[in-house]
């Protein structure tokens, strides 16, 4: 039976396949042809796309905020990635898989999942938590007594609890990530350098220069197009010209995970006091965001050797143990 892993991002598919590891890690878009729908490019080709296309061509995301928003291209882009990992439709007959899904996620949200499996023709299908996930992929030792506390922040989505195998023992699901980041510094950019620039140029200058060092000095030269002249123009940005745009999140998970601690029995609170917070997603990677949490929470913050691969690497080591993934995994 071929085992899967997937963990279907707002901004990045990932898939794991037992007996190779990792397989794929492309971004959630798909290019389609506005008036009649037909697709033009998914994952790493569509996303290059971005910005650059004709009025004819829109790009879809059809995961938001770890919803999925538009379930006829969610199936049309799974399948195509399915497929390019040698699993297509006869093949996953005979797979089993595991789906990341937020942290308490709906029936309603389940049913979606269900139904991009059915059409994906999926044999077997299983729903794991993404902090259970987080936290095997990060090999962090689990039991019904020994808790931990998990931040994932993803590109369209944050996911904060805190847990043990007995199950969630307080957590939430924000609508918030790293894309909310990318838009704040368009707009900065646009209010500090009157220039126009675009989701890949904020997302390079997020992950280039942003950072939560106040004193960083880093630059970077920009591209985009100037507001009053409409002309192409350069102009340097630096670290402290974007900080705003990093702290105003850095604050809003800061906040909402404060209150999933207020929420802990005192027991459970020493223990996750004890062993510190782990931190994962892709911005876990924004420089000095672990420093600046565990100055804002009082509490040690460790990020994950590869932290944007710590769920998926998770959901490799549950669907590979038959005991694990059916502790974890949420009744449908």
């Known amino acids: 039976m071929i085992k899967l892993a997937i963990d279907l991002g707002s901004s990045v598919t990932k898939i ?6 990792i397989v794929l890690a492309e971004p959630s878009c798909v290019a389609v042809a506005s ?37 006829k291209m969610a199936a049309v882009m799974l399948g195509y990635f399915l497929k390019k990992v040698g699993v297509g439709k006869s093949q996953a007959k005979r ?14 949200l389940l049913d979606k999942y269900y139904r991009l499996a059915d059409e994906c023709c999926l044999g077997s299908v299983k729903f794991a938590e993404t902090p259970f996930l987080s936290a095997f992929g990060q090999n962090l030792i689990l039991n019904e007594t020994n808790p931990a506390f998990i931040i994932d922040i993803g590109g369209g989505s944050t996911d904060i609890a805190a847990f043990s195998l007995d199950g969630i023992i307080a957590g939430i699901s924000l609508g918030i990530g790293g894309g909310n980041i990318d838009s704040h510094i368009i707009d900065k950019i646009a209010e500090s350098f009157n220039l126009k620039i675009g989701l890949q140029t904020s997302e390079k200058i997020k992950m280039t ?24 123009r350069s102009v340097s940005v630096c670290s402290s010209d974007v900080y ?8 809003k998970v800061a906040e909402y995970t404060g209150l999933v601690l207020s929420k802990l029995p005192a027991e459970v609170s020493a223990s996750i006091w004890h062993g510190g917070i782990g931190l994962s997603g892709g911005m876990a990677k924004l420089i000095g965001f672990d420093d600046y949490l565990s100055e804002k929470l009082q509490m040690d913050v460790s990020v994950a050797d590869e932290p944007q691969m710590a769920v998926i690497l998770g959901g490799g080591a549950a669907i590979g143990n038959d005991d694990l993934i059916d502790t974890i995994r949420l009744d449908y």
């Open 244 to 251: 705003e745009c990093m702290q105003v999140f850095a604050d």
């Open 95 to 108: 797979a089993e898989a595991v789906f990341a899904v937020p942290c308490g996620a709906s029936e309603e």
């Open 35 to 71: 008036a009649t729908d037909t697709v033009k490019a998914i994952g790493d080709e569509a996303k290059r796309l971005i910005g650059k296309t004709a009025e004819y061509t829109t790009i879809v995301s059809p995961v938001f905020e770890s919803d999925i928003v538009n379930e």
């Open 209 to 232: 220069i942003g950072s939560l060092y106040r004193n960083d000095n880093e630059s970077m030269v920009v591209n985009g197009r100037d507001i009053t002249t409409g002309m192409p």
């Open 16 to 21: 794991f396949k037992i007996g190779s590891g």
